[in-house]
């Protein structure tokens, strides 16, 4: 038999250290991992989702896949939800069928990564953001302080799932002062500097339910931390002499730093390697992000035991269309700024930030998922060609 389907986790390495610590929160034992141990590698909400999972139905991955499934069968409910708002029910109903039968969100609903479920909590943060965005200027004030801390509060909790959301959350707070400024200068803003209160509550809403872990992280590590301690192995893994753009942690077994330093001395470490790296090698760099950005749009998956033609054949099939359908639905709605920030946002966002770091498939599907609703418009503009358009529209 397939060595691939004999394993515990389909995709070793991160699943296992989830798993073990879910273990470890559903017995109430210390939220660490491994020896030396570390307490801020992994952020906490996966786990507990699998905590949760482990209390109610045991010690069963079976039964954790199918909990985990469940949640992610919220993503097509949502994108309906999104796609509607940006443009119409048609639209939101085709985002939504399209996510439903997509295989590879299918496939990586039950796997035990961050990725299925942490697409659902975006999906559920870009909802209030994408009403904030296209009604800035007629929402009602009371309406707009709740959808903002809504917002904040929604990516405070997809932070808790993927930390590396945490940059987009200012970036669209900044979205939101430029966009007031902008009707500001053609005199249709009737509530000075609310962009600046709405995106200050964003920001707000996001730290407040950080705090305690970044509280926490100070406690047991000496450093206040909203995040991980694992970011700079991550950069380095990504930026070394030997990187590829494929991930290769063997390197932090190599080295074997933690037998010597904290775990904040070995996340400060491979931070200033990775950029003395960068400063040295300017060249390397951009070939490195060129071999990752190639990987990021891979139709198929890049690892090797996916290296087949059924694999590529199951993933493409809906993959590829979709997302000529998006680009034709974004040139379409090209000056409608709530599609082209909430359907392509997300997946460039992560595209840009995985050129720096590894990248793959797996990283690229949280961005998927929003994109299904330019694809939507895509399909609509060519089922409909005559029907109406929101080009313009909050733009």
């Known amino acids: 038999m397939d060595q ?26 210390e939220y660490r991992i491994y020896e030396p141990p570390r307490y801020a590698l992994r952020m906490p909400g996966f786990p507990t989702l699998l905590a949760i999972s482990i209390n109610v139905f045991g010690n069963s991955k079976s039964a954790a896949r199918i909990f985990m499934a469940v949640l992610c069968s919220l993503a097509p409910i949502l994108c309906y939800f999104l ?15 399209l996510t439903a039968i997509s295989p590879v969100f299918i496939a990586f609903s039950p796997v035990l990564l961050c990725e299925s479920v942490f697409s659902v909590a975006l999906l559920g943060t870009l909802l209030p953001g994408c009403c904030l965005l296209c009604d800035l200027q007629s929402l009602p004030l009371k309406r707009g302080i709740v959808l903002s801390l809504i917002t904040g509060v929604t990516s405070a909790i997809a932070i808790y799932l993927k930390p590396s959301w945490i940059l987009a959350v200012p970036a669209f707070g900044a979205l939101l002062v430029g966009l007031d400024w902008h009707h500001k200068r053609s005199g249709s803003s009737c509530f000075p500097s609310r962009g600046l209160l709405f995106a200050a509550l964003v920001v707000l809403g996001m730290l407040l339910p950080l705090l305690p872990w970044g509280f926490r992280n100070a406690r047991v590590t000496g450093h206040f931390k909203l995040t991980t301690l694992w970011m700079g192995a991550s950069l380095y893994d990504g930026l070394n002499p030997d990187a590829t753009g494929e991930s290769d942690m063997t390197f932090f077994e190599r080295d074997n730093l933690p037998a010597s330093l904290s775990e904040y001395e070995v996340d400060q470490h491979y931070k200033r390697a990775a950029f003395e790296f960068a400063r040295e090698n300017p060249g390397r760099v951009v070939q490195l992000g060129w071999e990752k950005f190639k990987r990021y749009w891979n139709p198929w998956p890049n690892a090797s035991q996916f290296d087949n033609w059924p694999a590529r054949i199951v993933t493409s099939i809906i993959y590829v269309p979709c997302l000529v359908l998006a680009v034709i639905g974004l040139w379409r709605e090209r000056r409608s700024l709530p599609l082209l920030v909430i359907g392509a946002g997300p997946i460039l966002y992560f595209c ?13 599907l949280p961005g998927e998922y929003p994109l299904m609703i330019p694809s939507a418009v895509g399909l609509c503009s060519l089922l409909w060609p005559n029907g109406k358009s929101t080009e313009g529209a909050a733009s």
């Open 4 to 29: 691939r389907w004999q394993r515990e986790f389909l995709i070793l390495g991160d699943a296992n250290g989830y798993w073990e610590l879910g273990e470890k929160l559903a017995a109430g034992d």
């Open 83 to 97: 796609g509607s708002k940006l443009r119409d029910e048609r639209t939101g109903l085709i985002a939504a069928l």
């Open 352 to 364: 840009a930030l995985h050129c720096l770091f590894v990248a793959s498939l797996r990283y690229r």
